[in-house]
């Protein structure tokens, strides 16, 4: 049975939290402590050595001030939230890359508006040049990788951008990466498993310095390779001897990727405040479409920095592995992978659940070297009962299926006249099921434009979906009154670059291929 009820829990206030620590940011991996890096060589290098993720002790030690965000625009805040995350880079660079970032390239100056959603409201993140969220962090990613560059380094070096992507990410970092000085981007996505649209963007893509695959496999599979990429010294050293190219990650697993987002829950936040629908200090909660945990972690890193975040819900799809974690403290990856209408989701290894967990266990970096060694010769691990109390008190979750998602997007649009996708369709899902108490907001992540899934939308909304996914859009458009991105309109005429097929262990030729060809 699918759906099954949702459990939300009290919030539970980590020890995590240097209150006036004058001690200088820096970044090491989630499994060691050996590593000392500032958030610009964090961002550089990606993923850590030993394949851990890289997190700072010093997270929450400076509060963002929340008392005038009522009227402030979301560049505005982002210079406030992002000069706490990444301390390293000055106010007048961190200034220039959220101008380049968040300019006229977004169809709504709000960046991300907040729109009431019946008794609930909704936090479009899909405004972007690829209609996804992931165009929050991937506009912003390319201009903070610039400034990363060492001080009397190769001044020949190169960046080589590698990324497996389960649907956006892929298309909103080659959108980033596409002709960045002193870049190029290499993107992995699995072979049929993502939608027509969410593919053409990708082998479409224009740029000088981009590359494209396809891989047989699903995600899980294209992901594990690139992290074993990353993890090549012998790989590495040939690559730089070559090709003077170095690998860093787009991917929400280079903290670049992750901290943009954190910005979005203090927009919301500053809308709810302007719209007087709460005072400050009042508490907030969100629920949180996601796969691989980076967009719900987010939420938890604007807490640590002060936003008053009463409650982050998990929603999931049929691919439910977060939601028995939640639940039982044991993960299993083990498990039938579904290919579901909301691909983006169709996840099994949730990488940025080990920051949390880091987080969570006080930064025990034993027992995360532990847990995530049991996961890849395992593939599963079970976390501590003290642990699992405190991710309880914090996370809530639950998940919806096939037949619950097309239904969720019928009664969003029959109760609100809204079109949502359909993993923001499991979002919508798991609010209705949880308890809610009227004096708290509660805000949904929308993460995707429904015109990427416009097939999928017709059908649960009953309108005609023969035919290609352009005269989809073209019915949704005119069924619903709302207007289809002109970029994914556009795709249907747009050329294919990129047809190639790799098989999981060709990706590292493929790689070495793409670096030559810089």
Same mark, same amino acid.
């Given at each position: ?38 958030? &610009? ?36 805040? +982002? ?45 479009? %993140?899909?405004?972007? !040049? ?31 951008? %590698? ?60 992901? #594990? ?5 990353? *993890? ?8 730089? *001897?070559? #090709? ?106 949730? #990488? ?23 996961? &890849? ?63 708290? !907001? ?17 059908? #649960? ?22 207007? +289809? ?34």
């Amino acid at each position: 049975m699918g759906g099954s009820p949702v459990d939300w829990w009290v919030v539970y206030r980590p020890r995590f939290a240097y209150e006036g620590s004058a001690v200088a940011t820096t970044f090491h991996s989630t499994r060691s402590t050996t590593d000392s890096l500032t958030a &610009k060589q964090a961002i550089r290098k990606g993923i850590a050595d030993d394949g851990g993720l890289f997190v700072s002790d010093q997270l929450g030690s400076t509060k963002v001030e929340i008392g005038d965000l009522a009227g402030k625009s979301y560049q505005e805040i +982002a210079r406030r939230v992002l000069g706490a995350l990444l301390p390293d880079f000055t106010a007048e660079e961190l200034g220039a890359c959220i101008d380049a970032a968040y300019g006229e390239q977004w169809s709504d100056d709000r960046i991300t508006p907040l729109k009431p959603l019946g008794d609930d409201f909704i936090l479009e %993140l899909f405004n972007g !040049p690829t209609s996804a969220f992931k165009d929050v962090a991937l506009q912003i990613l390319p201009r903070f990788m610039a400034r990363t560059t060492p001080a009397g380094g190769d001044t020949d070096e190169k960046i080589m951008i %590698l990324t497996a992507t389960s649907g956006d990410t892929g298309k909103a970092a080659l959108a980033g990466f596409a002709d960045a000085p002193g870049t190029a981007i290499t993107v992995f996505y699995p072979e049929g498993k993502v939608s027509q649209v969410q593919e053409l963007q990708m082998t479409t893509q224009t740029g000088s310095n981009v590359n494209v695959a396809a891989v047989e496999g699903n995600f899980d599979d294209a992901q #594990s390779a690139v992290k074993r990429i990353f *993890g090549d010294k012998e790989l590495a050293a040939k690559l730089a *001897g070559d #090709s003077h190219v170095v690998l860093s990650s787009a991917n929400s697993i280079n903290v670049g990727r992750l901290v943009p987002q954190v910005v979005y829950y203090f927009s919301a936040y500053a809308q709810l405040l302007e719209q007087q629908v709460i005072n400050v200090g009042d508490e907030v909660e969100f629920v949180v479409p996601t796969g691989n945990f980076g967009d719900i972690l987010a939420g938890y890193y604007a807490k640590l920095l002060g936003l008053p975040v009463k409650h982050l819900v998990v929603a999931s799809d049929k691919n439910n592995v977060l939601f028995d974690f939640l639940t039982t403290g044991t993960y299993n990856r083990q498990r039938p992978f579904f290919q579901t209408i909301s691909p983006s989701m169709d996840i099994l290894i949730s #990488s940025n659940l080990e920051r949390m967990l880091y987080y969570l266990s006080d930064g025990d970096t034993r027992l995360i070297a532990m847990l995530m060694n049991d996961l &890849k010769n395992w593939g599963t691990y079970e976390i501590p009962e003290p642990l699992l109390a405190k991710i309880r008190q914090l996370f809530g979750c639950g998940w919806a299926d096939e037949d619950q998602v097309r239904e969720m997007i019928a009664d969003c649009w029959e109760k609100n006249r809204y079109v949502i996708d359909p993993h923001t369709a499991c979002a919508y899902f798991v609010a209705q099921q949880m308890p809610h108490d009227p004096l708290t !907001p509660r805000v949904i992540l929308a993460t995707a434009s429904p015109y990427k899934f416009p097939r999928v939308v017709n059908e #649960s909304l009953g309108f005609d979906a023969n035919g290609t996914d352009f005269e989809c859009m073209d019915v949704l458009a005119h069924e619903t009154g709302t207007t +289809a991105p002109a970029a994914l309109r556009g795709l249907e005429t747009a050329d294919v670059r990129f047809d190639t097929v790799v098989p999981i262990d060709g990706m590292e030729s493929f790689v070495e291929q793409a670096a030559k060809a810089l």
